[in-house]
């Protein structure tokens, strides 16, 4: 392979990499989100209690993502669809991780509130 290749498959993986990281979108889109919350889905919004305070989306609950192993009992059952946010996608896409690996069968992550 040419030096001329490699710089263009490292460009590539950069330019993609750099596009996951900017969209700040998790793994549902607004349109989605909105639509599971309607239908009863619980929005729980992962920031501190301090950003949470500051303004957040309607009928959204606070449960920190660092509070997260000890309260998750609060999102019971299961079963029930959870969509997730934060301000830029990190916390919510870690809080969807741990709860899927928890057994939550419909988590959904929406990634940065701006996004709603």
Known sequence: MTTAAQIGIALAIVLAGGYLVL???GDVSSSDARRLVESGARLIDVRTREEFADGHLPGAVNIPVQELDRRMSELEPRDKPVVLYCRSGNRSGHA???LRSAGWAHVHDLGAMSQW
């Open 23 to 25: 969209r700040r979108g």
């Open 96 to 98: 969807a991780r741990a």
